[in-house]
């Protein structure tokens, strides 16, 4: 694993910037944020193309904190309704940063935390992060014990999330990478092919993104993906739930439950061939086609503009705490729980 001085924190931290590799995929991830920093994989010509967004220095992953590019969400991804959240019948107040709405944990999001590097457990092909959140951090209860594990595989990537806390509490984490299959910094991802496996979503009161509490048929809506479609194809239809958030930024409810990492997402670059599956043993997920973003300059000068990047964040469905879900990302006091992501790479050469 090649280690390389990547900048510093206000706080005179130091940050490193820490590669694996094989003949595959080359995967650099920070301690700041235990952030996956680029994913190199080869295109069907063979060239290494890098295929997530991200920033050339420290500073600006530290002043940039809305776009969350490759970084670790915790203790809870996504929205919480007026950041208000009952764990075993007491309320806990988190800091709003979304209008009223707690989004990603508020300001102050593990994506922007310094993490340890836990050496005793370095792996050949893998690195584990780790971060000790004290009680009532981000306004949760509980001293949580988190740690980010990412590990090569032959053909991609793993990412672990192990979460362990002394108190009941909420743990939600999910990695926010945006990825352009074309590689990073090349335009639109409107052209890439998306098939998502899931046959329910959970549609948005209004623009701020909170779920209803309901869950809607995926059928004969722009949010069918079962049969692989271009993420663009439909997305400027006049539907009422794309307009509210100017393109996808909705959570899905995945099929196969419980089934470890299954593939229930693949997508293809257009251009570059380049063909990613993800796997999770996560309930849901967010896919979210990069709506917000506006000229924020990336990695070697790169603009990336609305829908140059897209994601598909694993997690538990957004507020369910807060609407009665079944499944809510609740942990039990020195229980340790762990979440797997896979993102598996291959190439197509198929016209499309
Ligand atoms: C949310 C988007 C948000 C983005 C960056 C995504 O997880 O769903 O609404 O703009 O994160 O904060």
């Given at each position: 694993?090649?280690?390389?001085?990547?900048?510093?924190?206000?706080?005179?931290?130091?940050?490193?910037?820490?590669?694996?590799?094989?003949?595959?995929?080359?995967?650099?991830?920070?301690?700041?944020?235990?952030?996956?920093?680029?994913?190199?994989?080869?295109?069907?010509?063979?060239?290494?193309?890098?295929?997530?967004?991200?920033?050339?220095?420290?500073?600006?992953?530290?002043?940039?904190?809305?776009?969350?590019?490759?970084?670790?969400?915790?203790?809870?991804?996504?929205?919480?309704?007026?950041?208000?959240?009952?764990?075993?019948?007491?309320?806990?107040?988190?800091?709003?940063?979304?209008?009223?709405?707690?989004?990603?944990?508020?300001?102050?999001?593990?994506?922007?935390?310094?993490?340890?590097?836990?050496?005793?457990?370095?792996?050949?092909?893998?690195?584990?992060?780790?971060?000790?959140?004290?009680?009532?951090?981000?306004?949760?209860?509980?001293?949580?014990?988190?740690?980010?594990?990412?590990?090569?595989?032959?053909?991609?990537?793993?990412?672990?999330?192990?979460?362990?806390?002394?108190?009941?509490?909420?743990?939600?984490?999910?990695?926010?990478?945006?990825?352009?299959?074309?590689?990073?910094?090349?335009?639109?991802?409107?052209?890439?092919?998306?098939?998502?496996?899931?046959?329910?979503?959970?549609?948005?009161?209004?623009?701020?993104?909170?779920?209803?509490?309901?869950?809607?048929?995926?059928?004969?809506?722009?949010?069918?993906?079962?049969?692989?479609?271009?993420?663009?194809?439909?997305?400027?239809?006049?539907?009422?739930?794309?307009?509210?958030?100017?393109?996808?930024?909705?959570?899905?409810?995945?099929?196969?439950?419980?089934?470890?990492?299954?593939?229930?997402?693949?997508?293809?670059?257009?251009?570059?061939?380049?063909?990613m599956e993800v796997g999770t043993d996560l309930p849901c997920v967010q896919f979210y086609s990069g709506n917000f973003l506006q000229h924020e300059i990336g990695k070697n000068q790169a603009i990336y503009n609305e829908r140059d990047g897209f994601c598909l964040e694993t997690q538990y469905t957004p507020n369910g705490m807060n609407h009665g879900e079944e499944r809510v990302p609740v942990i039990y006091p020195n229980h340790e729980i762990t979440y797997r992501t896979t993102y598996n790479f291959s190439v197509s050469s198929d016209i499309f």
């Open positions: 694993m090649k280690e390389q001085l990547f900048g510093k924190t206000a706080d005179d931290k130091h940050i490193y910037l820490y590669t694996l590799e094989n003949s595959n995929i080359k995967a650099t991830v920070s301690n700041l944020g235990a952030t996956l920093v680029s994913l190199l994989v080869r295109d069907k010509t063979g060239n290494w193309l890098d295929v997530v967004l991200g920033y050339d220095d420290v500073q600006q992953y530290l002043e940039n904190t809305n776009t969350y590019f490759g970084g670790t969400v915790g203790r809870n991804a996504n929205r919480i309704e007026n950041a208000l959240v009952a764990i075993e019948g007491i309320n806990y107040r988190l800091p709003a940063n979304e209008g009223e709405n707690s989004l990603h944990s508020g300001p102050d999001g593990f994506q922007i935390r310094f993490w340890e590097v836990l050496k005793s457990n370095e792996r050949q092909n893998g690195i584990e992060f780790e971060l000790i959140s004290p009680d009532k951090d981000q306004g949760f209860p509980g001293e949580l014990k988190m740690t980010v594990i990412y590990e090569l595989t032959d053909s991609g990537l793993t990412i672990s999330f192990k979460g362990k806390s002394d108190q009941t509490t909420i743990f939600n984490p999910t990695n926010h990478s945006y990825f352009n299959l074309n590689g990073q910094g090349s335009g639109t991802i409107l052209n890439h092919l998306l098939s998502l496996s899931a046959d329910f979503y959970t549609p948005i009161k209004d623009s701020r993104g909170i779920p209803t509490g309901e869950k809607s048929l995926v059928a004969e809506t722009p949010l069918d993906f079962r049969m692989a479609a271009r993420i663009g194809q439909r997305i400027n239809e006049p539907f009422e739930q794309l307009r509210l958030t100017g393109g996808y930024d909705h959570n899905f409810v995945l099929k196969k439950l419980g089934e470890g990492n299954e593939p229930f997402a693949k997508v293809i670059g257009d251009k570059s061939g380049i063909v």
